[in-house]
């Protein structure tokens, strides 16, 4: 048997001092790995709070820039659907100047509006969207042409008489209308407009009966089939309708399926059918063929129309409703 050669004690002292040198090596290499982790660690963390924070800088700057320029985007955007609902085209340099915004935040607003499909951008500015399948909002419709709706408000008023049970829709029109009839007295109104029922509720003299159904949330009516079941379930002395264009081939067109629907449904449960429709809407052709109108039918709007119109209606028997001048 081969006896291990046992080292002199200068032999095992270096040993030791080897193996002791090798585990501190180690040891300050994991202690450096460690501190190097918890370091970077700290710094990402660091920096994502930083990022964090410039973010939220940033977006409170951008508030705060857009709060000194007098509105917030939203608003602008709105206004600027109003503008085009109003006067179908607009240019980007005349924006700028009106909000006091540059030229490319007026793009930016454009180019969101044409992906919503509101708008066609032009050379330097943009056009309203024609292909009115796209329904705009009941908040931007409220604001446009409100003094000739408010003409006609006034005109349907004076049509609705004490005791009359009617139906409206839910148009931006027809809100108006609900306005004036707050100085009625015994009427029953029957609607699937969520902003009529709120205009009309609590009010002495008029019962206000709701339709129920599925909210469409860019007009706030309600459609759907339980309404028209509820619809149906009614008849009525005036149903008191608008629509987003009337033209003497096609009759009254609107923007969806949903809301035409439930206007077919009024107007085949109404003794008279009172259309509101403002000039605007005039020579212009919707998505969705309403209806045609019948004998009977009374037209309002807010000014005279040409002889072509007026010898249309006498033919077809509608009477006209006009301001008087």
């Given at each position: 048997?081969?006896?291990?050669?046992?080292?002199?004690?200068?032999?095992?002292?270096?040993?030791?001092?080897?193996?002791?040198?090798?585990?501190?090596?180690?040891?300050?290499?994991?202690?450096?790995?460690?501190?190097?982790?918890?370091?970077?660690?700290?710094?990402?963390?660091?920096?994502?709070?930083?990022?964090?924070k410039c973010v939220k800088?940033?977006?409170?700057?951008?508030?705060?820039?857009?709060?000194?320029?007098?509105?917030?985007?939203?608003?602008?955007?709105?206004?600027?659907?109003?503008?085009?609902?109003?006067?179908?085209?607009?240019?980007?340099?005349?924006?700028?100047?009106?909000?006091?915004?540059?030229?490319?935040?007026?793009?930016?607003?454009?180019?969101?509006?044409?992906?919503?499909?509101?708008?066609?951008?032009?050379?330097?500015?943009?056009?309203?969207?024609?292909?009115?399948?796209?329904?705009?909002?009941?908040?931007?419709?409220?604001?446009?042409?409100?003094?000739?709706?408010?003409?006609?408000?006034?005109?349907?008023?004076?049509?609705?008489?004490?005791?009359?049970?009617?139906?409206?829709?839910?148009?931006?029109?027809?809100?108006?209308?609900?306005?004036?009839?707050?100085?009625?007295?015994?009427?029953?109104?029957?609607?699937?407009?969520?902003?009529?029922?709120?205009?009309?509720?609590?009010?002495?003299?008029?019962?206000?009966?709701?339709?129920?159904?599925?909210?469409?949330?860019?007009?706030?009516?309600?459609?759907?089939?339980?309404?028209?079941k509820v619809l149906n379930?009614?008849?009525?002395?005036?149903?008191?309708?608008?629509?987003?264009?009337?033209?003497?081939?096609?009759?009254?067109?609107?923007?969806?399926?949903?809301?035409?629907?439930?206007?077919?449904?009024?107007?085949?449960?109404?003794?008279?059918?009172?259309?509101?429709?403002?000039?605007?809407?005039?020579?212009?052709?919707?998505?969705?063929?309403?209806?045609?109108?019948?004998?009977?039918?009374?037209?309002?709007?807010?000014?005279?129309?040409?002889?072509?119109?007026?010898?249309?209606?006498?033919?077809?028997?509608?009477?006209?409703?006009?301001?008087?001048?």
């Amino acid at each position: 048997m081969r006896i291990p050669k046992i080292l002199p004690f200068r032999g095992r002292c270096v040993t030791a001092v080897l193996f002791f040198y090798v585990d501190f090596r180690l040891l300050v290499t994991e202690c450096a790995v460690t501190i190097s982790e918890n370091f970077y660690q700290n710094v990402n963390k660091k920096t994502y709070k930083n990022k964090k924070k410039c973010v939220k800088l940033n977006k409170e700057k951008k508030m705060e820039i857009e709060m000194e320029t007098g509105m917030l985007a939203i608003e602008r955007k709105n206004e600027i659907l109003a503008i085009l609902q109003k006067e179908q085209r607009v240019l980007v340099s005349e924006l700028s100047k009106r909000y006091d915004v540059t030229d490319e935040t007026i793009r930016r607003d454009l180019e969101k509006l044409e992906s919503e499909g509101y708008v066609k951008k032009t050379y330097g500015g943009a056009v309203l969207n024609q292909n009115t399948k796209v329904d705009m909002p009941l908040r931007i419709r409220e604001k446009t042409n409100r003094s000739e709706k408010q003409i006609i408000a006034k005109l349907v008023a004076d049509l609705i008489e004490e005791g009359d049970r009617i139906m409206l829709d839910a148009s931006s029109t027809t809100l108006m209308i609900a306005k004036e009839l707050k100085h009625k007295n015994k009427l029953t109104v029957i609607t699937n407009s969520v902003e009529v029922l709120i205009e009309l509720a609590g009010h002495e003299g008029i019962q206000v009966i709701s339709t129920g159904g599925n909210l469409n949330e860019t007009s706030l009516s309600l459609v759907g089939n339980a309404a028209q079941k509820v619809l149906n379930g009614y008849h009525v002395d005036k149903a008191v309708l608008s629509c987003k264009g009337i033209d003497i081939r096609n009759g009254l067109t609107d923007s969806n399926e949903l809301d035409s629907d439930i206007k077919n449904v009024m107007y085949s449960c109404a003794d008279t059918a009172v259309l509101a429709v403002d000039s605007s809407k005039f020579e212009h052709v919707s998505f969705v063929k309403t209806m045609q109108m019948k004998e009977g039918d009374i037209l309002v709007t807010d000014r005279d129309l040409s002889k072509e119109w007026r010898a249309f209606l006498a033919e077809r028997g509608v009477r006209l409703v006009v301001p008087e001048e």
